[in-house]
């Protein structure tokens, strides 16, 4: 088993949730977030004052899958959260040790 983290851009959400639904991604963790990269944050101007922003809003996907569905869930991620601009966020993936679903003790991939 894996661990799928997406960080993206809020607005590429539902195109995200629609991509990864058609290979066959059945459940995920949706958490807003902030945070910055390369991107730094930008300055606005508010009652005629300029500060900076440095922390922007994103979306951070936790998806935990069988090996098999790893690159597709991947690959549909990629192409539907990518406006080819900066700050279109990073996909991580990791080793899952073990899951266990509370309601019926199964463990492993039956629990996912």
């Known amino acids: 088993m894996k661990k799928v983290e997406a960080i993206i851009k809020p607005f590429k959400l539902e195109a995200v949730k629609d991509a990864l639904a058609e290979v066959g991604v059945e459940g995920m963790t949706v958490s807003e977030v902030k945070g910055f990269g390369r991107q730094k944050g930008h300055t606005e101007i508010y009652r005629g004052s300029?500060?900076?922003?440095?922390?922007?809003?994103?979306?951070k996907l936790e998806i935990v899958l069988p090996e098999a569905l790893v690159d597709a869930a991947v690959q549909a991620?990629?192409?539907?959260?990518?406006t080819g601009k900066i700050g279109d966020g990073k996909v991580f993936i990791s080793a899952v040790e073990g899951a266990v679903r509370i309601r019926t003790s199964e463990t492993d991939e039956s629990a996912i």
Not at 77 to 82: G, H, L
């Open 50 to 59: 300029e500060y900076t922003v440095d922390f922007l809003p994103k979306i």
């Open 77 to 82: 991620i990629v192409k539907s959260a990518k």
